[in-house]
């Protein structure tokens, strides 16, 4: 089986509600599917969905280069042997995991198509009995925040992340909020996307929560202060998980050396696919750190990748597979039932792509 071509198709998902983080707030979310055809007649999906803020990609640049440098260097290659498309991948242009990882993507797709199984089972099989997802809370007002957490609980969420990171006082109020709101069963973990900036103000904001029985505390500080995440984990007993500061393994060996996490959050956009986020894991692993498969809040397609990876790999103890119950419209079908995530048996992703609306909310499209 040999790669044919690669088609590139630029479009905006709409979400159904304002999604608000320490560093932007985005009413519709940019995401470039790619379509990979073989020689055999099976055809691929795979995803990228850039954030400026987080890998320095943006929507444009993430459209030219897999236009320019990665869709040329992976025709005519077999998509199994993908280390070796990694490797030219990585000759070809340094970083850009969002872009390497929709060619990734797709690649496995391909695989467990060509394979007649699932993706999961390609690597290893599923060692989990389910996905359980957190409902996310973007930022809004403390009282607002307190109401949709409720209701989540009452929709049968066990698990609920909060987005903060705006203002410390008022997160320290958001928190306290939510916590009562939903009571003392539902679990809790705090996502400050940097914005506590430092060390100081971070273990200022945990003294007041340390009641509020965080599962975890995530990135209170910029993404390249490791040192700041160690003095925190050193100075409190809530978890510390590292998010935007881990990108490869490069970081993450310095988390392991600085004992400056207890928890990652590896993201496919942010390492550059399923076979780097595997190496991630394991390395995590060997450490005795946990982990969470993160999202950019992205399609069922990207999704349904973080998904099959969940669902094998026994030290991610934890995902964030939300995004397609965030969007208004998405491009496939993946399901859903109260606060699972469920896997089907077919092969590659497992998820139908609806063409129609697929065409309907492609703006750009690019054929290599």
């Known amino acids: 089986m040999k790669i044919e071509s690669v088609e590139i198709m630029g479009l905006s ?33 795979g995803e990228a969905v850039p954030d400026e803020h987080v890998t320095g990609e943006t929507y444009t640049s993430t459209l ?54 699932p993706v999961y089972q390609l690597l290893g099989g599923p060692y989990h009995q389910q ?7 973007s930022i809004q ?20 992340k909060i987005k903060v990171g705006s203002d410390l ?23 400050v996307n940097q914005g506590w900036e430092n060390a100081a103000n971070t273990l200022y904001a945990l003294r007041h929560l340390e009641a509020c029985r965080i599962d975890w505390i995530e990135q209170p500080v910029h993404a390249d202060d490791i040192d700041g995440l160690s003095e925190i984990r050193a100075k409190t007993s809530i978890p510390v998980m590292i998010d935007e500061g881990l990108h490869g ?9 600085k004992k400056a996490a207890d928890w990652i959050n590896i993201k496919l956009m942010k390492c550059g696919g399923v076979f780097p986020a595997v190496k991630l894991i394991h390395q995590a692993e060997m450490a005795g750190i946990r982990v969470q498969i993160g999202s950019m809040v992205e399609s069922s397609v990207a999704t349904a990748a973080g998904a099959h990876l969940s669902l094998a790999k026994k030290n991610v103890q934890s995902n964030e ?24 048996q077919e092969p590659g992703l497992g998820i139908r792509i609806d063409d129609q609306i697929l065409q309907s909310l492609t703006r750009e499209f690019i054929k290599r």
């Not at 393994?249 to 050396?257: G, N, P």
């Open 13 to 45: 998902l709409p979400l159904l509600q304002p999604f608000v983080v320490s560093y932007d707030t985005y009413h519709e979310l940019p995401s470039i599917i790619v379509r990979i055809r073989t020689d055999s007649g099976l055809v691929g999906y």
């Open 64 to 117: 030219e280069v897999l236009k320019t440098h990665l869709a040329p260097a992976v025709i005519g290659e077999d998509p199994f042997r993908i280390e070796w498309i990694h490797q030219k991948m990585n000759r070809a242009i340094w970083g850009v995991p969002s872009a390497k990882a929709a060619i990734d993507i797709a690649c496995y797709d391909l695989m467990g198509k060509a394979a007649g199984l």
């Open 131 to 137: 996905l359980q997802i957190p409902y996310v809370l």
């Open 141 to 160: 007002e403390t009282e607002r925040m307190a109401e949709e957490a409720a209701a989540a609980v009452e929709k049968g969420f066990r698990s609920i």
């Open 169 to 191: 006082p008022t997160d320290i109020s958001r928190v306290q909020a939510v916590r009562a709101a939903v009571g003392p069963d539902a679990q809790l973990r705090v996502d």
């Open 249 to 257: 393994s490069k970081e993450l060996r310095l988390v392991i050396e």
């Open 321 to 344: 597979m939300v995004g397609p119950l965030m969007f208004a419209t998405d491009i496939g079908d993946l399901g859903y039932e109260g606060d699972c995530l469920k896997l089907n």
